[in-house]
C-alpha cells in the first residue's frame, strides 16, 4: 500500500520499501492483525478526506471503525489538531495508537476502544468505513455524531446505496461527491465484479 497525501506527504505500508525525498514525510501503518489498509474503500475515503480538507479548515473530527488508524493518521498530518479513533475491537485499537505514536501524531490522535455510543462529539467531520449493515445500524449515531455538518462513509457497494441514500435524505444531509472503484480479484471467477462507493455527504444547512 502507497498513497500521497500530497507533494510532500505520503502513506506507505511498513513492508513497502520507499526513498522518501529530504523534504518528503512518510507515514508507515502497520495492520498488525487490524483490517488490512489497502482496501478500495480506504483509498476512497483517504480521497474524499484530501478533497475536504484541502478546502475547508476541520478542527476536530471523528474516525468510526478506525482499524490501522489510516484515516486518523492521514487527517492528522494535514492539519486536523484533534483526532478522535474509535474501534470495537482492541487490535484495532491498539494498532491504531500504535501507528500514531511511531509516526509521532500521537498528541493529536487519541483512540478508543469501544462504539460510537462512547463519543460525544460534535465533531466538524466524521469519516465512517464500515460495512454495510453496520452502516444501516450506525445512521442515527452518526447523524448524532457530525453535528458540524461534514459526513465520510464507505465499506458499501453500489446496489446498496438506495436504502442509505433515503435514511440520509429524510435527515436533513445531501449527497455532494461519490466516488466509485471497480474491484475484481484473480481467485474469483471472472464474471464476478463489483463496485465499491464512498459518499461524501452535508448536511442542507451547509449547502
Not at 23 to 31: F, I, Y
Not at 185 to 207: G, M, Q, Y
Request: aromatic share 8%.
Amino acid at each position: 500500500m502507497f498513497y500521497r497525501l500530497s507533494d510532500n506527504l505520503a502513506l506507505r505500508a511498513h513492508w513497502r520499501p520507499y526513498r522518501a525525498k529530504p523534504t518528503e514525510r512518510v507515514l508507515v501503518v502497520k495492520s498488525g492483525k487490524a483490517f488490512p489498509p489497502s482496501h478500495p474503500t480506504t483509498r476512497l475515503c483517504l480521497d474524499l478526506l484530501r478533497e475536504v480538507l484541502a478546502r475547508q479548515r476541520v478542527a476536530f473530527m471523528a474516525d468510526i471503525g478506525c482499524g490501522t488508524g489510516i484515516l486518523s493518521l492521514a487527517a492528522a498530518a494535514l492539519g486536523v489538531p484533534r483526532v478522535i479513533g474509535v474501534d470495537i475491537l482492541m487490535t484495532a485499537a491498539r494498532a491504531s495508537r500504535n501507528n500514531a505514536d511511531a509516526n509521532r501524531l500521537g498528541q493529536a490522535v487519541r483512540v478508543v476502544r469501544g462504539s460510537t455510543e462512547c463519543l460525544k462529539g460534535p465533531f466538524d467531520l466524521v469519516a465512517a468505513n464500515l460495512p454495510w449493515e453496520v452502516q444501516l445500524d450506525k445512521i442515527a449515531e452518526l447523524d448524532r455524531l457530525a453535528a458540524g455538518g461534514r459526513l465520510i462513509i464507505s465499506g458499501f457497494r453500489d446496489n446498496q446505496e438506495d436504502e442509505l441514500r433515503e435514511s440520509y435524505q429524510r435527515l436533513g444531509w445531501r449527497l455532494v461527491r461519490r466516488l466509485v472503484k471497480d474491484f475484481w480479484h484473480p481467485e474469483l471467477p471472472p464474471d464476478i465484479s463489483f463496485t465499491w462507493v464512498a459518499w461524501l455527504l452535508e448536511r442542507k444547512s451547509h449547502a
